[in-house]
C-alpha cells in the first residue's frame, strides 16, 4: 500500500519536473523555443512593434522596474524591449496596476519609475507629490464610442454630452436620457462610466464635463478598456470613452463619435485639436540616474518619438 | 521537560506558522481598516451613510458603505434561496436515490464545478446571462442585462458544488439503521427521506448552506463582470447594484489617500460579515455534537 502511494507520489513529481522545466525553457530563452512554431510566432507578434525602431544610443547596464498607468504600459513595455534588445546587459521590467499604484510605489522606492495618466498633485498629499521628478513623455487621447446600434448620430458637442453625463445639482438623472434628443434613434441612453479612480474618467471629467459629477446611479461601471469595450459592443444604446489603441483594434464593434466635430486621431490630437486627451506622466523620486535616465532620455529620442509612439496610437512631445 | 520529537517539532512548527500568519492577517486588516476612522477622522457612523462620494476631485467627500454592504447581502441571499433547492435536491438523489453508476458522474462532474476558475464563470456570464437576459427578459426591466440576478445566478452556480457536498456528507452520515427501522415501519422511500433522513441532517444542511454563503460573499471577479457596479442601494432584480468586493477590485489600482483608506474599511467589513459566518457555522456545529 504504501509503496504503491510513494510509487505515485513519484510519478507526480517527476511529471511536474517535466513541466516545469519545459515552461521554463521556453519563457526564459525564446531562441531554444523557436523550434515550436507557435511560440515563434508569439514571439513575432511580441517584437512586432519593436521591430523598426532603432535602440538607444548607449547603452546603460543595470536593472529597473516601471509601473503604474495600463493606458502608458504598451508603449513603456515596447520602448523597454526595444532598449533591451539593444541593449542585453540590462532588464526593464514593466508592470501595471494603476496610476494610483505608480505613483505609491515609486514613492516607497518600490519601482524607480511610476507611470500615471495624471499629475501626481491630483492623487498624492502635496508634500509626498513634490518629492517626484515629472517627466512628460506622450500624449493619449481617448475616443467617445457608442453601441453600433446607435445610427445617426457621429458627432457630439461637449454640452451634449455634460448633458447626457452629469447630474444637474438636485437630480437623480442627467437632462438627456435618450438618444433622439440628440438625432439618434428612440432609444435609452446607458452609460458605462469607469472607475471614479481611473485617469481615463477623471480627464473625462475635467476636459469634457468641466469637473461636473457624472450620474453614477443609473449607469454601469466596467474597470478596463477592454471589459468597456465589450460592454458597449453588446448594450444596445450604451456610451463610453476607449484609449485611441483599443478603438483602433475594435473599430468594427463599436461606433466612434466625434466631439465638437473633431475626429478622434493621433493628428488631431497632435496638433491641438482634439481635446479628449492628456500627457503620460513617468515619476522619479529626484532625479533620475544610471539606467532610469538613460531609459527615459531613450522615450523622448527620435526613434520612440517619431516611429514607435504614432505607430501604437499615441502622439508625440513636441 | 523532553526534547519534543521530530513528528512532534514538525507538525507543532506548521501549526505556529500557520496561526502567526492569521494572526499577523487580521492584525493588518484591522489596522488598515480603522485608518479611515482614525488617520482621516471621518465619523464611523458616515460608513452607514447610502452615498459614496469619494472623489477627492469633486466638492464634498462622503464615504458612505451602505450600497455595498446592501449589494453584497442581496446578491448574495438571492443565490442561496436559488441554489439551496438544487443543490440539497442533488445532494440527497446522490446519497439516498441515485445508483451506484450515476454516483460515479455525479461526484466528478462536481468536482470539475469546483475546478471552474471564477473567471471563467464570469466569462460566461458576460457572454451568455447578460445578453440572454437583456433579449429575453427585457420587458421586465432588464434594459442591460448587467443587474443584481445576473450577479446571483452566476453566484448560485458557483456555490452550488459547496452546498451539494457538505450536504451529501450530512446525508451519508445519518445512520442507515434510521432508513432500516423507518422503512420497516412501512414508510415509502420518500416519507423516510422526509421525516428521517432531512430532519437528522438538518444542521449539516445548514451549516452547507452557510457555507455557501460565505464562498458567495467574498467571491469578487465573477459578479464583477456581470453586476454593473453601480453604487446604489438595491430595489430591483433587474438592475445593476454593486457589492464591497467588486468595488475594492474596481479601485484598488487607482485609489490613494482617503480614498485607499476607505477601501480598506471595506475589507474589514467584509472580515466582519465572514466572521459573523464562521461563528453561525460554529454555533450550528455545537447544535449538532449535542444532538
Redo the contacts between chains.
Keep these: 500500500m504504501i509503496t504503491t502511494s510513494a510509487k505515485r507520489i513519484g510519478a507526480l513529481a517527476i511529471a511536474a519536473t517535466v513541466l516545469v522545466a519545459a515552461c521554463g525553457g521556453s519563457s526564459s530563452s525564446p531562441a531554444a523555443a523557436a523550434t515550436s512554431a507557435a511560440s515563434a510566432a508569439a514571439a513575432a507578434a511580441n517584437g512586432a512593434a519593436a521591430s523598426g525602431v532603432a535602440g538607444p544610443a548607449a547603452c546603460v547596464d543595470g536593472s529597473i522596474t516601471t509601473s503604474g498607468s495600463t493606458a502608458l504600459q504598451p508603449l513603456i513595455d515596447a520602448a523597454g524591449k526595444a532598449y533591451t534588445a539593444a541593449c542585453p546587459k540590462s532588464t526593464i521590467s514593466v508592470q501595471g496596476g494603476g496610476s494610483g499604484t505608480g505613483l505609491t510605489q515609486v514613492l516607497q522606492g518600490a519601482v524607480q519609475i511610476g507611470d500615471s495618466d495624471v499629475t501626481a498633485e491630483s492623487k498624492l498629499q502635496a508634500s509626498d507629490a513634490s518629492q517626484l521628478v515629472d517627466h512628460v513623455v506622450t500624449k493619449q487621447g481617448w475616443v467617445v464610442v457608442a453601441n453600433t446600434g446607435v445610427t445617426g448620430v457621429t458627432s457630439l458637442t461637449s454640452q451634449q454630452l455634460q448633458d447626457m453625463w452629469a447630474c444637474p445639482s438636485g437630480q437623480s438623472a442627467p437632462k438627456i436620457t435618450n438618444w433622439k434628443d440628440v438625432g439618434g434613434p428612440d432609444l435609452p441612453i446607458v452609460l458605462i462610466l469607469r472607475p471614479a479612480s481611473s485617469g481615463t474618467r477623471a480627464t473625462f471629467k475635467q476636459v469634457v464635463l468641466n469637473g461636473q459629477t457624472e450620474c453614477s446611479g443609473q449607469a454601469l461601471t466596467e474597470d478596463s478598456n477592454g471589459a468597456v469595450t465589450t460592454a458597449v459592443s453588446q448594450t444596445p444604446g450604451s456610451i463610453s470613452v476607449i484609449g485611441f489603441a483599443y478603438y483602433q483594434a475594435n473599430k468594427d464593434k463599436v461606433a466612434a463619435i466625434s466631439l465638437d466635430g473633431v475626429a478622434g486621431s493621433v493628428a488631431n490630437m497632435a496638433s491641438g485639436t482634439y481635446k479628449l486627451a492628456a500627457q503620460g506622466h513617468m515619476y522619479t523620486k529626484g532625479q533620475p540616474t544610471g539606467l532610469t535616465k538613460s531609459f527615459l532620455d531613450y522615450l523622448m529620442s527620435d526613434p520612440i518619438q517619431k516611429t514607435l509612439i504614432p505607430s501604437l496610437f499615441y502622439a508625440p512631445i513636441q | 521537560m523532553a526534547r519534543l520529537d521530530a513528528p512532534r517539532r514538525i507538525t507543532l512548527g506548521a501549526a505556529l506558522v500557520v496561526i502567526a500568519a492569521v494572526v499577523l492577517l487580521l492584525g493588518f486588516i484591522v489596522w488598515r481598516g480603522v485608518q479611515l476612522f482614525v488617520v482621516s477622522g471621518v465619523p464611523v457612523t458616515q460608513i452607514l451613510s447610502p452615498t459614496w462620494?469619494?472623489?477627492p476631485?469633486?466638492e464634498g467627500t462622503t464615504y458612505g458603505l451602505l450600497p455595498f454592504i446592501a449589494g453584497t447581502l442581496a446578491v448574495m441571499v438571492v443565490a442561496a434561496v436559488v441554489s439551496t433547492p438544487l443543490s440539497v435536491g442533488l445532494a440527497l438523489f446522490m446519497a439516498e436515490v441515485a445508483p451506484t453508476w450515476a454516483r460515479r458522474i455525479a461526484q466528478p462532474a462536481m468536482e470539475v464545478f469546483v475546478g471552474i476558475p471564477s473567471v471563467v464563470y464570469g466569462w460566461l456570464g458576460?457572454t451568455i446571462l447578460?445578453?440572454f437576459l437583456?433579449v429575453h427578459f427585457g420587458w421586465l426591466g432588464f434594459?442591460?442585462?448587467?443587474s443584481w440576478l445576473a450577479g446571483s445566478l452566476v453566484l448560485a452556480l458557483m456555490i452550488l458544488p459547496t452546498i451539494t457536498s457538505i450536504s451529501y456528507d450530512a446525508f451519508v452520515a445519518v445512520p442507515a439503521d434510521m432508513r432500516s427501522a423507518s422503512l420497516a415501519l412501512g414508510t415509502t422511500r420518500w416519507q423516510a427521506i422526509r421525516h428521517v433522513v432531512l430532519p437528522a441532517a438538518a444542521t449539516g444542511v445548514a451549516t452547507a448552506i452557510v457555507f455557501g454563503l460565505t464562498r458567495a460573499a467574498g467571491e469578487a471577479l465573477a459578479v464583477?463582470?456581470v453586476i454593473?457596479?453601480?453604487?446604489?442601494i438595491p430595489t430591483s432584480l433587474a438592475r445593476?447594484v454593486?457589492t464591497l468586493t467588486s468595488q475594492i477590485?474596481?479601485?484598488?489600482?487607482?485609489?490613494?489617500?482617503t480614498?485607499?483608506e476607505a477601501l480598506w474599511t471595506m475589507g474589514l467589513v467584509l472580515l466582519l460579515i465572514s466572521l459573523a459566518f464562521v461563528l453561525l457555522i460554529r454555533w450550528l456545529g455545537r447544535g449538532r455534537s449535542q444532538a
Excluded: E, K
Aim: aromatic share 6%.
Design positions: 462620494q469619494p472623489d476631485l469633486s458576460l447578460v445578453p437583456r434594459a442591460t442585462g448587467f464583477q463582470m454593473g457596479n453601480a453604487p446604489v445593476p454593486t477590485t474596481l479601485d484598488m489600482s487607482d485609489a490613494t489617500g480614498w485607499n
